[in-house]
């Protein structure tokens, strides 16, 4: 199953010094008319605004954000903006009207699962099943596109609209553009306890619903430990004062040894450094073997390069592993880190899905 959208952009570009102002025009592409009403927002926080019966907008982008712009527009496919930086005469955007194809479509005719049942799966590794998952609702279910593969003993979904999703714990009302979800499982199966790697993907904008700081105490409990706390205690190296505990190989270790910290613009780059050297291609002698020339096995012992992998604990209570799949990581000053590809999760963080999200511009306040 493969949905292709198809977006047309038309950019004016320049320098454009963060902490301003991007401004510009949505139009529609096919008749070339202003699109009222566009929604316009910074990717993950609460930050928008919405074009005016000009197609004209206008949003602040805070000093510091690196996350892209998103423009969207009911029944219209959304683009996004990666790097508002260079816009400084504005941008003209136009939006095509949304037409989703399905092609090269697997046709089961003896599917092992029912939608019922796979949407129930998808519900579990998307919203999770802590107290802020099991709170949340997805408002129109009936856009998330599923399927099985049965070769692969994978569950794969598309959205072809924004999911609408109440949190109602954590009282903020979601736009989740789902872009991409794969659950792997070690046999044909729908049960968390076979699941191997779950992987989602998309943009989000965020609706505060809540009255008088009546969701504060929860908030700050779900953002205690999560990974956006471990970002930014990485990038500025608090480790003790924000109550997180470094581990390698089962033991305490120092986070100034292991992790090496380089400012660079407005990020903090992350490099995994003085790890014991990797093992050396050699021979392996094996005794007693079938007859050879010396009468023994000789086999090559594979060049092996150190599992950049830690454990974390946080409080002494919520365990987690990290490993580090790239070179270096970059954090900015909202916890996010970039390549997204750069680090995986185990334990008490991979368990947090997007029912447990903030907004990157959440501010947590002792």
Same mark, same amino acid.
């Given at each position: 199953?493969?949905?292709?959208?198809?977006?047309?952009?038309?950019?004016?570009?320049?320098?454009?010094?963060?902490?301003?102002?991007?401004?510009?025009?949505?139009? #529609?592409?096919?008749?070339?008319?202003?699109?009222? @009403?566009?929604?316009?927002?910074?990717?993950?926080?609460?930050?928008? *605004?919405?074009?005016?019966?000009?197609?004209?907008?206008?949003?602040?982008?805070?000093?510091?954000?690196? !996350?892209?712009?998103?423009?969207?527009?009911? @029944?219209?496919?959304?683009?996004? +903006?990666? =790097?508002? !930086?260079?816009?400084?005469?504005?941008?003209?955007?136009?939006?095509?009207?949304?037409?989703?194809?399905?092609?090269?479509?697997?046709?089961?005719?003896?599917?092992?699962? *029912?939608?019922?049942?796979?949407?129930?799966?998808?519900?579990?590794?998307?919203?999770?099943?802590?107290?802020?998952?099991?709170?949340?609702?997805?408002?129109?279910?009936?856009?998330?596109?599923?399927?099985? =593969?049965?070769? *692969?003993?994978?569950?794969?979904?598309?959205?072809?609209?924004?999911?609408?999703?109440?949190?109602?714990?954590?009282?903020?009302?979601?736009?989740?553009?789902?872009?991409?979800?794969?659950?792997?499982?070690?046999?044909?199966?729908?049960?968390?306890?076979?699941?191997?790697?779950? /992987?989602?993907?998309?943009?989000?904008?965020?609706?505060?619903?809540?009255?008088? @700081?009546?969701? #504060? =105490?929860?908030?700050?409990?779900?953002?205690?430990?999560?990974?956006?706390? +471990?970002?930014?205690?990485?990038?500025?190296?608090?480790?003790?004062?924000?109550?997180?505990?470094?581990?390698?190989? !089962?033991?305490?270790?120092?986070?100034?040894?292991?992790?090496?910290?380089?400012?660079?613009?407005?990020?903090?780059?992350?490099?995994?450094?003085?790890?014991?050297?990797?093992?050396?291609?050699?021979?392996?002698?094996?005794?007693?073997?079938?007859?050879?020339?010396?009468?023994?096995?000789?086999?090559?012992?594979?060049?092996?390069?150190?599992?950049?992998?830690?454990?974390?604990?946080?409080?002494?209570?919520?365990?987690?592993?990290?490993? /580090?799949?790239?070179?270096?990581?970059?954090?900015?000053?909202?916890?996010? /880190? /970039?390549?997204?590809?750069?680090?995986?999760?185990?334990?008490?963080?991979?368990?947090?899905?997007?029912? #447990?999200?903030?907004?990157?511009?959440?501010?947590?306040? #002792?």
């Amino acid at each position: 199953m493969i949905i292709r959208l198809w977006l047309l952009l038309i950019l004016f570009t320049g320098f454009f010094a963060r902490g301003q102002a991007l401004f510009g025009y949505v139009y #529609d592409e096919a008749e070339n008319l202003p699109l009222q @009403g566009a929604n316009v927002y910074i990717d993950g926080t609460t930050i928008n *605004t919405s074009t005016n019966e000009k197609g004209f907008f206008k949003i602040n982008i805070p000093q510091g954000y690196r !996350s892209p712009v998103i423009i969207s527009y009911i @029944g219209f496919e959304s683009i996004t +903006l990666d =790097d508002p !930086s260079q816009y400084e005469k504005g941008v003209k955007v136009l939006l095509r009207e949304s037409t989703v194809t399905l092609n090269e479509v697997v046709i089961d005719k003896n599917p092992p699962f *029912t939608r019922k049942q796979m949407l129930k799966a998808f519900r579990r590794q998307f919203l999770g099943t802590s107290r802020n998952g099991n709170s949340c609702k997805i408002e129109n279910e009936e856009v998330i596109l599923l399927r099985y =593969d049965s070769k *692969t003993n994978t569950l794969l979904a598309k959205a072809t609209e924004p999911l609408h999703i109440t949190n109602k714990r954590l009282q903020y009302d979601i736009n989740f553009n789902l872009a991409y979800f794969n659950v792997d499982y070690q046999r044909q199966s729908l049960e968390d306890a076979d699941v191997i790697k779950s /992987f989602y993907a998309g943009t989000t904008f965020f609706t505060d619903v809540s009255k008088n @700081g009546s969701a #504060d =105490d929860k908030r700050k409990e779900n953002y205690l430990g999560s990974v956006a706390h +471990l970002m930014k205690t990485m990038a500025s190296n608090t480790w003790a004062a924000q109550k997180f505990g470094l581990f390698y190989k !089962s033991f305490p270790a120092n986070p100034q040894q292991y992790l090496k910290l380089k400012d660079t613009l407005d990020l903090v780059k992350v490099e995994v450094v003085n790890l014991p050297a990797p093992k050396q291609p050699g021979k392996i002698i094996i005794a007693g073997g079938p007859p050879g020339i010396d009468g023994n096995i000789t086999k090559k012992m594979e060049s092996r390069q150190p599992q950049k992998a830690f454990d974390i604990l946080y409080n002494g209570k919520e365990q987690s592993n990290i490993v /580090f799949e790239s070179e270096g990581l970059y954090i900015d000053k909202n916890g996010l /880190f /970039f390549p997204i590809t750069g680090i995986s999760f185990g334990g008490y963080m991979a368990k947090l899905k997007a029912g #447990d999200l903030l907004p990157i511009d959440y501010i947590y306040k #002792d």
